[in-house]
């Protein structure tokens, strides 16, 4: 079974401009999500899809990152303007959605962004 | 008070040593508890899972949840170089829908030397 794909696996830009990141998830995982880890940090969710549909997005900053899962299969996270604040890992992760709680994530390698 | 509290270490073990890894919850409506490990720049990939008070061991790894106490522990008995890495802890709140939302800790950086 193939994992999570992302690409690309390293990104420089300098502040202001725009970025973008894409992830492929586990074929037949409908939960699809985009977390942010700074460094010496755990993982924050950013935004958090099931099939096309948005289900938490409480944490994304909606001024300058907006992200989309057009056919509930792969996934785009954008960043416009970008901050320095934004260097971290941005990693994806997908799921087979479960009652009582089982929601085995599966993560990507994740995408590490710097801004100069 | 963050809702997950992890000390990150770093932490340096000799060979076979027994390695523990703690964290505390500040939210009892927390039920689902894991433990995620993530080797140097790849993604976490899940070690443990567990719903209950009590222990549940896999091999070398030993997870513990104390829900009374709010605090949870990973054990690793016979530790090897292998085992360097970051521990992230993981907590789910029990609810229904299909909002699972993960909780991390900061994450333990392990380093087991030979």
């Known amino acids: 079974e193939a994992g999570v794909a992302q690409s690309p696996r390293y990104k420089i830009i300098e502040k202001r401009q725009s970025v973008a990141f894409w992830c492929n998830p586990i074929?037949?995982?409908?939960?699809l999500y985009w977390y942010q880890q700074i460094l010496g940090q755990g993982p924050k969710l950013l935004i958090q899809f099931q099939n096309n549909g948005v289900v938490d997005d409480s944490q994304l900053p909606k001024d300058r990152f907006s992200a989309e899962r057009l056919k509930g299969v792969d996934s785009t996270l954008k960043i416009q303007p970008a901050k320095l604040e934004d260097s971290a890992v941005y990693l994806c992760?997908?799921?087979?959605?479960?009652?009582?709680?089982?929601?085995?994530?599966?993560f990507g390698a994740g995408t590490r962004l710097s801004v100069l | 008070q963050k809702e997950v509290e992890q000390d990150p270490g770093p932490l340096s073990v000799p060979e076979g040593a027994i390695v523990s890894l703690n964290c505390t919850y500040s939210n009892s409506a927390f039920q689902y508890f894991m433990w995620y490990r993530q080797y140097s720049r790849k993604g976490p990939e899940l070690l443990m899972y567990t719903y209950s008070s009590g222990n549940k061991e896999d091999g070398r790894f030993t997870a513990q949840v104390d829900k009374s106490s709010k605090y949870i522990s990973l054990f690793i008995r016979d530790s090897q170089p292998s085992d360097s890495a970051t521990y992230l802890c993981?907590?789910?709140?029990?609810?229904?829908?299909?909002?699972?939302?993960?909780?991390f800790g900061k994450g333990t950086l392990l380093t087991v030397n030979p």
């Open positions: 074929s037949g995982h409908a939960t």
């Open positions: 993981a907590i789910i709140p029990h609810s229904g829908g299909s909002n699972y939302k993960l909780t």
């Open positions: 992760a997908s799921s087979i959605p479960r009652d009582r709680g089982r929601n085995i994530q599966y």
